[in-house]
Structure formats: C-alpha cells, structure tokens
C-alpha cells in the first residue's frame, strides 16, 4: 500500500470514529468491516481518475450481467418445482482484482473481456421449504442438470457393473435403499458409498405406502432412515415411495422426519426388460433439464446405462446427484 493511499485511510478512519458517536459511523464500521472501510475510504478520496472509470466500467457491465432468481413454484401438473438462483456481479472484489491486474494500464485500454470478473449467487426468495409439504417430480428447467434415480430392493449381481460405468462416466448417481435390502447387504451398500454417491430412503419392505396406517407409514420410513444412520452415517434427507405408490398423508410423513418426497421425471420401465436401444432411445428423445430418470439394477439398464449417460451429455446437461439436481445452486458461473 503507498504512503497516499495509507495516509488517505488513516485520516478518513479516524474523523469517522471521531464522530461516530453522535453519527452513527461507528455502527458502518462494526458492520461492514474495516476492509470495506478502507474500500470505502480510498474510492472517496484517494481513487485516480483512471480507477474511477474503471469501477464505473465494471458497474456498467454488472447491470448487463445480473441475472434475477427464479422462485419455487407450487405446479399444477408437477407439483414442487425447485427455484434456480440468480447471478450478480461481485463489483467491489472484480474491482479489487482488476485494480490488481492493472499495473499501469490505463482504463480507456481495458477491455471488458479483461476484468476478472467475480460473481455471486442471489438466492431466490421463494425455496422448497416455503412451499411446504409437496412431493418433487423435476428439477427447474433452467438448470441444466439431470439425475439418475436407482432404487435398490433387488438385482445385486448387476449393482457392480453398473457402479463401474457410472465410475468410467465420472458420474454420481442417487441410489434409494429398500431397508430389509440394506440390513441383509450391509458391504454392498458400503461399496456404493465407497463409490461417492448419494444413498436415500425407499421404506423398508417396499409397501404401498398409500395403503398403509399412518403408524406403519412412519415405522417404514424410520426405520430405513435409522438404519442409514447405523450402518452407513448417512443422514437421510429424500424419500422415494416404493413403485411410486403415495398419497398427501406419506407426504406429510416423510416431511415430519425431515425427508422430502421425490419421484421421477422418466421412467425406464427397466423392470419390464425392455431392449437397451429402446430404453436408450427413449431417454434420448425426452429428457431435459431438470429430468429425473428412474431405473433399478436390471439387465436392461446394466446394458443401457452407457448409452443414456451419452444421451444426456449430448443434450448439453450435466449428470448430478438428486439433492445436487434439486438444489437451488447454480450449476456454472461465467
């Protein structure tokens, strides 16, 4: 820091603490930081005519880059809809940067491809959570991502070949555990953790759910989620009803132990044997952004999960986990 610039925040700190008391500065102080205090002191009085038109560069170009959030929306057809954050222009650190980059370069040469730009997310006023307890069918269709959705209740000697494709891929998928599964095959489960990916609840003696007491309701619901903690760590946060069978009242169950209901977007329809090509061929032609794609450890899906994995990456998306196609982050920035 030069001596101009020091002696600039030195006098301006302490006039403004001097007369804190009776103003109210000490208060901007304490909030912002003394950081951006002395930000706030040098572009007052210390900043050249060349950094001051190059903030205002970077200000300009920020109103052009903002991007407005998108909220959770209650629909009519697919219920939950996630919101998608917005994007924005951090000005004060892309100005710190630039400053830094600078080295005597004059702010007329800058060109706007030449700011390191740094951005932020704006969460959207409106989440999952404001939405209360609905079941999620997709992710928003503004974010470029899709999920492979297997639940497990059967199907071992397929599991390993399918994790192996996922694992060539570089692709992390959302495995749903039947319970009385998980209890008799407690290293396979470990080696799909092992593996990096997101293991979720699907009841424990695969029932439909919609026919059940509400006490049997919560028992198979709970029951898995402790099960998960014991044997796995993992703290379970989504619930897929067993063959998509639920009604409002599993909803509001799952949402009591903390968990929300997701179903799917496609469905291969694996359990049918269908051919590879026609389960690839499908996904193919349907998905999209925000798609979650339904499937089990079958014969079917063993041969097709390659050639859907292709499928979505010529489309432009990216393959993620449930909870990471759900959430509200974005999957880029600029």
């Given at each position: 820091m030069d001596r101009r610039k020091l002696t600039i925040i030195v006098v301006t700190l302490s006039t403004m603490l001097l007369i804190g008391q009776l103003s109210g500065v000490r208060a901007f102080v304490e909030s912002r930081g003394q950081a951006a205090v002395e930000q706030y002191a040098f572009e007052l009085f210390g900043s050249s005519a060349e950094d001051n038109a190059l903030l205002l560069k970077i200000k300009e170009e920020a109103i052009k880059r903002k991007v407005e959030p998108i909220n959770a929306v209650h629909d009519r057809v697919w219920k939950a809809i996630p919101g998608y954050n917005g994007l924005e222009v951090d000005v004060d650190q892309t100005y710190q940067r630039?400053?830094?980059?600078k080295k005597g370069t004059e702010a007329a040469d800058w060109n706007v491809n030449d700011i390191p730009f740094v951005y932020r997310e704006i969460p959207a006023k409106v989440g999952l959570d404001e939405l209360g307890a609905l079941p999620i069918y997709r992710g928003n269709p503004n974010k470029k991502m899709v999920s492979?959705?297997?639940n497990v209740a059967w199907g071992n000697e397929y599991i390993t070949p399918m994790l192996d494709t996922l694992d060539?891929?570089?692709v992390k998928a959302t495995f749903f555990l039947d319970g009385s599964w998980?209890?008799?095959n407690p290293e396979l489960a470990k080696e799909i953790q092992k593996r990096g990916h997101q293991i979720e609840n699907h009841a424990y003696s695969h029932p439909n759910m919609s026919q059940l007491s509400e006490s049997r309701a919560v028992l198979e619901i709970s029951k898995t989620k402790d099960?998960?903690?014991?044997s796995l760590g993992v703290d379970n946060k989504w619930f897929a009803p067993p063959s998509g069978d639920f009604n409002q009242k599993t909803v509001e169950i799952a949402a009591g132990q903390g968990l929300r209901t997701v179903l799917w977007t496609l469905d291969t329809v694996d359990w049918m044997n269908p051919s590879p090509e026609s389960v690839v061929a499908k996904i193919s032609k349907r998905v999209e952004a925000g798609s979650l794609i339904l499937m089990h450890p079958t014969k079917a899906s063993k041969e097709a999960l390659k050639g859907m994995i292709d499928a979505v990456q010529r489309k432009g998306l990216k393959l993620g986990t449930v909870e990471e196609t759900l959430s509200p982050s974005r999957t880029t920035k600029p």
């Open positions: 630039a400053l830094a980059l492979f959705m297997i060539a891929a570089k998980l209890k008799k099960l998960l903690k014991e």
